[in-house]
Structures are given as structure tokens and as C-alpha cells.
């Protein structure tokens, strides 16, 4: 986009449309006896105002950028909002992702009693405003207030059903997880603003930093946002939380929530720092990469498809981080081009991750909603009750597994090509980083394949495991709308990539201040030159399309058509049941038997004279053991130990308040 | 451009057409190496014939799903072996889809395959279709690897341009692609469903793979799958040839040098197919978990080979 159109209230109309998300939270506590209204006329009217956002998104990408100062909050400290390429980028992921994700949530809460879902309402629209402030925050005052309303909301969302006891401890864990990044981010800040007490995002722009305190801020950075994105070790609320919440809002939080991580961290780390250095990128680098294995193979072992899905987010977090590590590591190395290849990357990831992970949310979601089970092991077969849900639910399975013609390809290719442009780095030792880094990525890349297949395999596909799936329904038609979009989305990003590619140009220019050349056409993607590499997913896809249509029409033709239906073959044993397929832990039991290193394996075999044998078998996270459970401890010791101060007596309370009175006045007034 | 596009569909034509005589010069080697009368080398035209003749049976429970899965496999290996240089390197298409999106044709196929297998929910299919992916999530990036290592030499994942650089630069021997090509051999072996990893001359549950998934299909379907099955063990000989004795192969605009391209690939396939019913009869099939261990060594392989293109060759 050459021509920039000058309008400089683009951020005003990206308020408006946080206000009327505002209006809608609070206008649907009005609304406590009258479900139809609330599925029927809120939810759609959220879905619009996201979909109004995005609009909003691409004229931002096509502008320059716009800034007002809001007269709200405490005296002195008005909020600070701006629009520029980057926030409108994440504008169009946020509006675009929760467009389909909000639709769908208007045919999902159907059933929801009216009270419950008209506080769910409210805390949803919350959840998205506060979103939308965040990514449009331009001092630090204003972007923590955002960060808060975020977390806090979603905490209410994911507390949903706190009848519960392990979603009552799946929040608080994610709201002490929340917390303690956002202490951290609350320190950057502080670090940023360099001594002027001016926390607006331009004075840290212009601040003069020294390497030590930049790479103090940039740590603190990567912490606070880390924790937020589900980097590991911060990793572990994920797999709780994202399970436990509605499933729309699940899609939300995996989707969207997780790139306002991503967001904050770009803008840290190339806008608000005006100094970067290599290792940062190194160490981004190497926690992607970790993050990326880590995540993958404990997604390879789950058994509750939503926690699956979770595993999965961290994965795909793992290769965005990456692809911010690398580059980090060509942008300081001043390989400008590929720095804006790899931006490309990681830009086009976190855009096709909200769409298939919110359409994978929202297909888990539906199969909940018709079965009332989340256990893979009770599932199956469900391609005969759904099949809409299921074939929609394919096209994110297929995406997210990085194949052709669909998005999620498209993001790992740039990336893999960025791997292969590398030779010529300044340091030899990152040189031969690369090549390791480039064998995880495509690792971690297959293995998603592996996840993709357990997760569609076993949930619809099959026979039935239990009773549960025989009364499954199919989607309602609200939830199909919101699928369906999704599910193009997905379609329509891996089939133009030359199209987006010149949308998110002004972002990448704006980060890394050179832009991906795309030496191909509208077709065809070619980085760099067309002679190096190219790839065209339309042609791909009609020749794929043409070919199978005349080999069908040819078999047909030549051929016959006819058709007999007949039991499978049972290796001459009919007793054949359902259980005798493979289970959910069965099909994960490789992945755990070559990395079972990484896991804690907990079994409850039963006993071989059992009248009722009952199996448990479960992977546990050894990070959890290692790192949380020994700070949980010590937490614990500590205030036990604080604990022994506390008698209930009024005299004790006493000599405290008096011997501290006596402190301070010997201490202190001095 | 014309010229171009006739010889891409004719290259493509060539593949299919050509790719069952492969499987069938395989199985005479074999036959002859263990002493017993080979069958013609026509054999698996005339199976696949038998095939399409037959009506097609499917389990009562069968989705949509199961019955597109053969169309989309054969597809996929159809263009897998249009943009894999065999006889001419002047291919329209080749642009379309480089070395990296071949192996995501490669891993599309097989996802299908797998589902497929799932679908009828017997204890066979998805017990193949786990092992397949187990073998599939270590061979896909070893494969990456090696293309990775020929496009460091070569500046590109363009697999014309590959083979044009490897074909026409003096001789120098690149102790990376040496790596690269025992890396390569294996994940073949592995991919194709061969000895040692699979052994596609048996239906023992204990050590089927490949057999495993497609069990409950028959007819046409079987056939398809049957005849993307031999596409796919050409277009990985292909692939053999086309990185490590690119020689032969005809170079862009000159038509004069198909005949002897033509003769040069169908010696190179004979060799190729000799050289892998050998190794099939001296190798004994491991088990299944040494699988891993077989692929992780081809990953490691492919690894090293680029680390020493970095040490060695930059």
C-alpha cells in the first residue's frame, strides 16, 4: 500500500467501538431474565462491533498513524491512545478472530440460563474492550489499566462454572500467574520511562538507555509478557485455564489473548526500546524453540481434547517466539531483509494461529456442547452426528498442522526459508545455531501433524466409545456461521499469502524498517527472488483440484461406481467392540515413550481380580515439580511461619503496634 | 512456454504411467535375489486392472472421508511427481511448489491416509495409522534436512535450480551431500514403507505399518491408493536422482536431449530398484520401537550434514 490516506481519527472510531462494547457488557446486565435477547441480539451485536474493529484494523494498516489523549482516569493522567501500523495489525487479528469466535458464542450459550449468561455477557465484552485498549494504549498508565481489565475479566470468564473445584484452582492459578507478569510488566515500565516520571510511550521512545538497563527492561519484558503468552517455564496456567473456560472463550484466550502477549512484546522490544542487542534474540530464540518441543509433545500425550488444544497454543507461541528471536538476531546483525522475512513470519503466524486455533476451539467446543464430554476416550465416531462441525473442524486440524494449501503452511515455509538465508551471519557460533534451530522447528512442526491427527482421529472418527455421543447433535447454525468464518479465514489466508503479505508490509516497515520484496505476483510468493524460492498455493490447489476431479471422473467413467456395503473385516473374531480401537492415551503412547523424560507418568493399574477394574494413567508436566511445587512449598512455609505472629489475642496486637510505634520512632523521625 | 507446459504434463504422465513397472522391476529383483521365479514385470498393471474391475465393498460405518481419501492421495503424489524433475528440468509448474512444499504433499497424503485408516474405527486401522505418523513426525524433518542441506549449496529450494546447479557445476564432491544422501536412503526406505523399518509383503499385526491402514480398502479405492503407493516409491527414486546423480537430466529449452534423458532415467531406476530390492534382501525388519531410533539416526544424519555444509563449505 503506497498511497497513505490521512485520517486522523481512525483511533477515535477504534474507541468508539471499545465504548459500544462497553455499552453492550453492561446494557446485557440488564437483560437478566431474557436469554433469546441476550444469544439472539448481544452476542451478534459484539460480533459486529468486532468485525466494525477489524474494519477499523485495515484502513489503520493503510494510514499513518493517529493518537488522542482522553481526559479520563485520575487527574494528570489522561489516558494516551494511538493507532499506528502495528496496533492496526493486531486490530484486524483481534476483530477478525472475534467476529467468527463471538457469532459462534451466540448459538453456543443457547442453553445458559439467563442470569449466568447475562454476567457472562458483560465480563465477555469486557474481555474484548479491554483487549482493543491494550493494543491501543500509548502510555504506560493506560495500557496497565487495560492489561488489569484483561485479566481480570477473563479470570471471571474462565471461573464460569465455579461450582467446581478444579476451575475454581485453574483461575487462581491463572490470576496468580497473570499477576506475577504483571508485576513485572509494571517494573518495565519503569525501567523504560529512564528517570523522567513521564510514563507516555513517546517520552521512553526518546529516552536514552544504556545497554544494562535496556537489557534489564527487555528481561523483565520478556518475563512479564512471557508469563502472559505461555512461554515455559510461565507455561503451566495455560493447560488449566484455556480448558476450563467457556469454549468460545476459550478460542478468545488462545487466539487473541495470547497475542496481546505477542503485541506488548513487539512493541517493547522495537518501538520503545530504541537499542536492541544480539543475545536477546539468542535467548528468545532458544525459549521459542524449547517452548515450541515442549509444548507439542505434551499436546502428543493429553487425553481431554481442550487441554490438547492448550498444549498446542504453547507450541505455537514456541514458533512465534522463535521467529521473534531470529529476528532479533538479523536485525541487530543489520540483515535488515531478512529481519522483515522473519517479521513477516511471525506476524503471519500469530494472524493464522487466531483463526485455526479459534476454529479448533470452537469445533472442541461444539462437540462438548452435543456430548457433554471433553474426554477424547469417550469420544468418536462423531463425523456422523456433526458432520458440518466435523468437516470445519478438518480445515483447522489440517491448517494448524502446517500442510498445503492452507495458512498455517504458508507462515512455517517463510520461516523455514528464513532458516535457509542465514549463511553469512557475523557470528560463526549463531551460524551453527541455525541449523539446529531450523531441525527443531521442522520437528516440532511434524509432530503438530501427529497432534492433529490424534485430536480429528480419535474425536471423529471411529466408533463411538461410549454412550455419550449417540444423542450428539449437530452445531446450530449460529455456531456453523461462526465456524464457517473462521474456517475461511484459514482458507482464504493460505490461499492469497502475496495479498496479506502487502497488508502487514506497513508493520513490518515499521519494525524492522525494511520490507519483504515479493519478487512473485498476486499468485505466487517468492521472498527474496523467484529463482531462490517460490510457492504459489492457488495453482497448487486448482491442480490438486483438477487432478483428483479427472481421476474420479475418469474411474467413473472407465471404470464403475457401484458400491457394497459390508461389516469390517474382523480377523475372524466378531466380538469386535469399540474400545478395541485405539484410545486417546493409546495413540499418544509413543510420543510418550521416546520423551518420557520429560514427564512425570502417574499409572493406577487395576488389579487382575478386580470386579470393577478402573484405569488411570495421566503425563504430568515435570516442570511443575521441579520449579511451581517448590515455591508452593516455600510460599506455604513462609506463611505458616508468618503465621505463628497471629494468637487472636488483643493483648499480643497490642505490644506489635506498640513495639512498632517504638521502631519508627527511633528508626526513622531521626 | 508451451514446450514447457506439454512436457510438464507429459514428465507427469511419464510418472504415472511408469511408476508400477518400478514396483514390479523391484519385486522381480527380489524374487530373484531369494531364489524364487519372479512374476512378470507387468504384474502390478495387471493387479491394478483386476482392482478397478472389481465392486468396490465398504464398511457400513465408512464417512464421506474414507472414500475421497484415495482421490486425494493420488492427486497429491500426481503432483508430487510433476514438480520432481525426472527427464526435463523446464517445468512450468515447478514454481508452484519448491522442495519444502513437496514435503508438505508428502505429509498432506499421508495425514489423509491416516484419518482414513482411522475412520472405520478397527483395532488395524489406527493402530497403522499411529505407527505411520510415529515414523512419519521423525521422517519429515530428516527429509527437510537433506533438502535443506542441497538448497545451502545450491541458494535456493527450487528443485529445477537445484539440479541445475548440482548437474552443471564442475565436480566437486560435497562431504555434506554425502550425509545427506545416507540421510536421504533411509528416510526412503522408511517413507515407502520398506524393509527394515516396514515390510510391505506382510500382514502380520505385530510389525505392519503401511498394510495396517489400508486394510479395509478394496476395489478402485485400493487401487488408487495401490497405484499413489508406487508414485510415491518413483517419485522418491526420482527425488534420489535428481539431488545426488542429477547427470542426464535434460536442461531447460533443449529438446534434443529427452531421448537420451528418457534412457538415462530408466537405467538410473533399474540401478536404483536393483540397489533397493539388495538391501531389502540383506536386511532383516527391526522392531517397531528401533524405528525411532533407525529415523532419528537419518534426522541426526541430516543434521550433521548441514553443520558440516556451515563448518566446511561456506
Redesign the interface.
Known amino acids: 500500500m503506497t498511497e497513505t490516506m490521512t485520517s486522523p481519527d481512525l483511533v477515535q472510531w477504534a474507541w468508539a467501538g471499545v465504548l459500544y462494547w462497553l455499552i453492550l457488557a453492561f446494557g446485557a446486565l440488564l437483560l437478566q431474565k431474557r436469554r433469546g435477547l441476550l444469544t439472539r441480539l448481544v452476542f451478534p451485536l459484539g460480533a459486529l462491533g468486532a468485525l466494525f474493529i477489524a474494519g477499523v484494523g485495515v484502513a489503520g494498516l493503510m494510514s499513518s498513524a493517529s493518537a488522542i489523549i482522553l481526559p479520563i482516569g485520575l487527574p494528570d493522567l489522561p489516558f494516551h491512545l494511538r493507532l499506528d501500523a502495528l496496533s492496526a495489525f493486531f486490530l484486524v487479528l483481534l476483530g477478525g478472530a472475534a467476529f467468527g469466535v463471538t457469532l459462534y458464542a451466540s448459538g453456543y450459550f443457547r442453553d445458559m440460563p439467563a442470569g449466568p449468561l447475562a454476567v457472562l455477557a458483560l465480563w465477555y465484552h469486557l474481555f474484548l474492550a479491554g483487549m482493543v485498549t491494550v493494543i491501543l494504549a500509548d502510555d504506560a498508565y493506560a495500557f496497565m489499566v487495560a492489561w488489569e481489565v484483561m485479566a481480570l475479566s477473563s479470570y471471571f470468564l474462565v471461573t464460569t462454572d465455579h461450582d467446581k473445584p478444579e476451575i475454581r484452582r485453574a483461575g487462581f492459578l491463572y490470576l496468580l500467574i497473570a499477576h506475577v507478569g504483571a508485576v513485572s510488566l509494571l517494573l518495565t515500565f519503569g525501567v523504560l520511562q529512564g528517570g523522567h516520571g513521564d510514563y507516555t510511550f513517546n517520552t521512553m521512545r526518546h529516552a536514552e538507555m544504556t545497554p544494562y538497563w535496556a537489557s534489564v527492561a527487555y528481561l523483565l519484558a520478556l518475563f512479564g509478557f512471557g508469563a502472559k503468552a505461555g512461554l515455559v517455564p510461565m507455561h503451566v496456567w495455560l493447560p488449566e485455564a484455556h480448558p476450563a473456560a467457556p469454549s468460545p472463550v476459550s478460542a478468545l484466550m488462545s487466539g487473541v489473548m495470547l497475542k496481546t502477549a505477542i503485541y506488548g512484546l513487539l512493541r517493547v522490544t522495537f518501538d520503545l526500546l530504541n537499542l536492541q542487542i544480539g543475545w536477546w534474540g539468542t535467548l528468545a530464540l532458544a525459549l521459542g524453540l524449547l517452548t515450541a518441543l515442549y509444548g507439542v509433545i505434551f499436546a502428543a500425550v493429553q487425553s481431554d481434547m481442550k487441554r490438547l488444544l492448550a498444549w498446542s497454543s504453547i507450541e505455537n507461541i514456541g514458533v512465534i517466539l522463535a521467529a521473534f528471536g531470529l529476528t532479533l538476531i538479523f536485525y541487530t546483525d543489520g540483515k535488515g531483509a531478512l529481519a522483515a522475512l522473519t517479521m513477516t513470519a511471525l506476524l503471519y503466524h500469530a494472524v493464522n494461529h487466531a483463526f485455526f486455533k479459534g476454529l479448533l476451539f470452537t469445533g472442541a467446543g461444539s462437540v462438548l456442547h452435543a456430548t457433554g464430554e471433553r474426554n477424547m476416550d469417550k469420544l468418536?465416531?462423531l463425523?456422523?452426528y456433526m458432520?458440518w462441525t466435523a468437516w470445519l473442524t478438518?480445515i483447522g486440524a489440517?491448517a494448524i498442522?502446517?500442510?498445503?494449501p492452507l495458512n498455517g503452511?504458508i507462515s512455517e515455509?517463510l520461516l523455514?526459508?528464513a532458516?535457509?538465508l542465514t549463511?553469512?551471519l557475523n557470528q560463526p557460533y549463531l551460524?551453527?545455531v541455525?541449523?539446529?534451530a531450523?531441525?527443531s522447528v521442522?520437528?516440532a512442526?511434524?509432530?503438530a501433524?501427529?497432534v492433529?491427527?490424534?485430536f480429528?482421529?480419535?474425536v471423529f472418527?471411529?466408533?463411538s466409545r461410549s454412550k455419550v455421543v449417540e444423542h450428539a447433535h449437530e452445531a446450530s447454525w449460529r455456531e456453523r456461521l461462526g465456524m464457517l468464518w473462521l474456517a475461511a479465514g484459514c482458507v482464504l489466508l493460505g490461499l492469497f499469502p502475496a495479498q496479506v503479505i502487502s497488508w502487514i508490509e506497513p508493520v513490518v516497515r515499521q519494525l524492522t524498517g525494511q520490507i519483504l520484496v515479493n519478487d512473485?505476483n498476486w499468485l505466487?510468493l517468492?521472498p527474496v527472488n523467484?529463482?531462490?524460492?517460490?510457492?504459489?498455493p492457488l495453482?497448487?490447489f486448482a491442480?490438486?483440484?483438477v487432478?483428483?476431479l479427472l481421476?474420479?471422473i475418469w474411474?467413473r467413467r472407465?471404470?464403475?461406481g457401484?458400491?457394497?456395503?459390508?461389516?469390517?473385516?474382523?480377523?475372524g473374531y466378531p466380538e469386535?467392540d469399540?474400545r478395541?480401537?485405539?484410545s486417546a492415551e493409546?495413540?499418544g503412547?509413543?510420543?510418550r515413550?521416546?520423551f518420557v523424560s520429560f514427564m512425570r507418568v502417574e499409572r493406577d493399574t487395576p488389579d487382575p481380580f478386580s470386579r470393577n477394574p478402573q484405569y488411570h494413567g495421566a503425563s504430568l508436566d515435570k516442570l511443575w515439580f521441579i520449579i511451581y511445587e517448590p515455591i508452593a512449598k516455600l510460599a506455604g512455609w513462609l506463611s505458616s511461619q508468618a503465621g505463628r505472629l497471629q494468637h487472636g489475642r488483643i493483648q499480643w496486637y497490642l505490644i506489635y503496634s506498640f513495639a512498632t510505634l517504638i521502631f519508627l520512632l527511633v528508626f526513622v523521625t531521626r | 512456454m508451451s514446450t514447457g507446459i506439454l512436457l510438464q504434463i507429459l514428465q507427469t504422465l511419464v510418472a504415472i504411467l511408469l511408476a508400477p513397472l518400478l514396483i514390479g522391476w523391484v519385486n522381480q529383483c527380489r524374487a530373484w535375489l531369494q531364489g524364487r521365479s519372479a512374476p512378470p514385470l507387468t504384474q502390478p498393471y495387471r493387479t491394478l486392472k483386476k482392482l478397478?474391475?472389481k465392486?468396490?465393498?465398504?464398511?457400513?460405518?465408512a464417512?464421506p472421508?474414507f472414500r475421497f481419501a484415495p482421490?486425494?492421495i493420488?492427486?497429491?503424489m500426481?503432483?508430487a511427481a510433476?514438480i520432481v524433475p525426472t527427464i526435463a528440468n523446464d517445468l512450468p509448474?515447478s514454481?508452484?511448489?519448491?522442495a519444502?512444499?513437496l514435503v508438505?504433499?508428502f505429509?498432506?497424503a499421508?495425514?489423509f491416509l491416516?484419518?482414513a485408516a482411522?475412520?472405520?474405527?478397527?483395532?488395524?486401522?489406527?493402530?497403522g495409522?499411529?505407527?505411520e505418523?510415529?515414523v512419519?513426525?521423525?521422517a519429515?524433518?530428516a527429509l527437510?534436512?537433506v533438502f535443506?542441506t542441497a538448497?545451502?549449496i545450491s541458494?535456493?529450494?527450487?528443485l529445477p535450480?537445484i539440479v541445475q546447479t548440482l548437474a552443471h557445476k564442475e565436480f566437486v564432491i560435497y562431504p555434506s551431500m554425502a550425509f545427506a544422501a545416507v540421510a536421504f536412503w533411509m528416510i526412503s526406505v522408511a517413507e515407502n514403507a520398506r524393509i527394515p523399518v516396514d515390510n510391505p509383503t506382510t500382514h502380520l499385526e505385530l510389525t505392519m505399518i503401511h498394510e495396517a491402514m489400508i486394510?479395509?480398502y478394496s476395489a478402485?479405492h485400493l487401487a488408487?491408493i495401490e497405484w499413489a503407493v508406487a508414485l510415491k516409491l518413483f517419485t522418491y527414486s526420482a527425488l534420489g536422482i535428481a539431488l545426488f546423480l542429477p547427470w542426464g537430466i535434460a536442461p531447460q529449452g533443449e529438446l534434443n536431449a529427452l531421448p537420451l534423458a528418457v534412457l538415462a532415467l530408466l537405467v538410473k531406476m533399474a540401478l536404483g530398484g536393483a540397489a533397493l530390492s539388495l538391501l531389502e534382501a540383506i536386511s532383516a525388519k527391526v522392531r517397531l520401537?528401533r524405528a525411532?531410533e533407525f529415523l532419528g539416526t537419518a534426522?541426526l544424519l541430516?543434521?550433521l550434514g548441514?553443520?558440516i555444509h556451515?563448518?566446511l563449505e561456506?
Open positions: 468418536g465416531g463425523m456422523r458432520p478438518l489440517l498442522a502446517g500442510l498445503p503452511f515455509w523455514l526459508q532458516f535457509l549463511p553469512g551460524n551453527m541455525i541449523p539446529v531450523a531441525a521442522a520437528l512442526a511434524a509432530l501433524a501427529y492433529m491427527v490424534k480429528f482421529g480419535v472418527l471411529g466408533n512473485g505466487m517468492a523467484a529463482e531462490r524460492a517460490s510457492y504459489a495453482v497448487f491442480v490438486v483440484l487432478t483428483l481421476v474420479f474411474v472407465v471404470y464403475h457401484r458400491i457394497r456395503r459390508a461389516d469390517p473385516w474382523d480377523c469386535q469399540a478395541m480401537q485405539d493409546g495413540f503412547q509413543p510420543i515413550q521416546i | 478397478f474391475h465392486d468396490a465393498v465398504i464398511a457400513h460405518n464417512s472421508l482421490y486425494m493420488f492427486a497429491c500426481a503432483l510433476g509448474f514454481p508452484a511448489a519448491d519444502i512444499a508438505g504433499v505429509a498432506l499421508r495425514v491416516a484419518l482411522m475412520d472405520i474405527g478397527t483395532s488395524f486401522g489406527s493402530l495409522a499411529r505407527r505418523m510415529l512419519s513426525f521423525l519429515e524433518p527437510l534436512m535443506f538448497s545451502l541458494q535456493s529450494t527450487e535450480v486394510l479395509e478402485r488408487l520401537f525411532p534426522f541430516g543434521v548441514m553443520l556451515f563448518l561456506v
